[in-house]
T-cell receptor, first 112, second 113 residues
Framework: TQLLEQSPQFLSIQEGENLTVYCNSSSVFSSLQWYRQEPGEGPVLLVTVVTGGEVKKLKRLTFQFGDARKDSSLHITAAQPGDTGLYLCAGENGGSNYKLTFGKGTLLTVNP | DSGVTQTPKHLITATGQRVTLRCSPRSGDLSVYWYQQSLDQGLQFLIQYYNGEERAKGNILERFSAQQFPDLHSELNLSSLELGDSALYFC????????????FGQGTRLTVV
C-alpha cells in the first residue's frame, strides 16, 4: 500500500509568517498534486508536479517535487488569513488506472 | 464551482438502512471517482469508473457498490449502514483515466445514527 505522510498535522501561525509543509512517501509517484480544502467544500487542485526536482510557483506558494519523486513540499511566503485550510497532497501511481493516494493533510490556520 | 454536482448535500439515516449518493461529473469528463473522508482516516479512494466501466477499486466495503450510467452520472450505494460509515463522501471527475487532474464536488455528509 502506498502511503503519503504529511507534516505537520496542524500548523497555526500569524499573518505575514512563512511556512513549509511536507509530503513524504517511500513510494515513487508518477506525479503529485496539492489540494486545498476549506470546511464544507471539496478539495480544490492547486498544482500538479510531474518531473523530479520540479519547482512550481503559484503567487506566494512554491511547490517542489523531490528528485526521486517520493516527496514534495509546499512553501507559503507571507501567509494570509485566506490561506487557512486543509492542505492535501496526493500521489498518482500511473499505469492504466488513475488512482490518487492522499495524505491526511496539514490543517493550516493563519491568524490575523 | 468545480462543475461536479453531488446530491444530497446532507443525509441522516439509521443503522441498517441503505442510501444512494449521486454525482454528475463535469461536462465532457469520462472518469468518476468516489472518495470517503473521515477524521481519522483522511481521504480514502473507494472506486473509479471510466465511461461506464469500473476501472479501479480501492478500500470499498462489500456493503458498498457504485455504477456509472450511459449519461456518465454515477451513484454510490451504501447498504446495511453502520455508525462507522458516517463520513463525507466526495465524487471527483476527470477528462480521462490517466494522469489528468481530478475536480471534486462539494461532497455528501452522511450521518448514521
Amino acid at each position: 500500500t502506498q502511503l503519503l505522510e504529511q507534516s505537520p498535522q496542524f500548523l497555526s501561525i500569524q499573518e505575514g509568517e512563512n511556512l513549509t509543509v511536507y509530503c513524504n512517501s517511500s513510494s515513487v509517484f508518477s506525479s503529485l498534486q496539492w489540494y486545498r480544502q476549506e470546511p464544507g467544500e471539496g478539495p480544490v487542485l492547486l498544482v500538479t508536479v510531474v518531473t523530479g526536482g520540479e519547482v512550481k510557483k503559484l503567487k506566494r506558494l512554491t511547490f517542489q517535487f523531490g528528485d526521486a519523486r517520493k516527496d514534495s513540499s509546499l512553501h507559503i511566503t507571507a501567509a494570509q488569513p485566506g490561506d487557512t485550510g486543509l492542505y492535501l497532497c496526493a500521489g498518482e501511481n500511473g499505469g492504466s488506472n488513475y488512482k490518487l493516494t492522499f495524505g491526511k493533510g496539514t490543517l493550516l490556520t493563519v491568524n490575523p | 464551482d468545480s462543475g461536479v454536482t453531488q446530491t444530497p448535500k446532507h443525509l441522516i439515516t439509521a443503522t441498517g438502512q441503505r442510501v444512494t449518493l449521486r454525482c454528475s461529473p463535469r461536462s465532457g469528463d469520462l472518469s468518476v471517482y468516489w472518495y470517503q473522508q473521515s477524521l481519522d482516516q483522511g481521504l480514502q479512494f473507494l472506486i473509479q469508473y471510466y465511461n461506464g466501466e469500473e476501472r479501479a477499486k480501492g478500500n470499498i466495503l462489500e456493503r458498498f457498490s457504485a455504477q456509472q450510467f450511459p449519461d456518465l452520472h454515477s451513484e454510490l450505494n451504501l447498504s446495511s449502514l453502520e455508525l462507522g460509515d458516517s463520513a463525507l463522501y466526495f465524487c471527483a471527475s476527470s477528462v480521462a483515466g490517466e494522469g489528468t487532474e481530478a475536480f471534486f464536488g462539494q461532497g455528501t455528509r452522511l450521518t448514521v445514527v
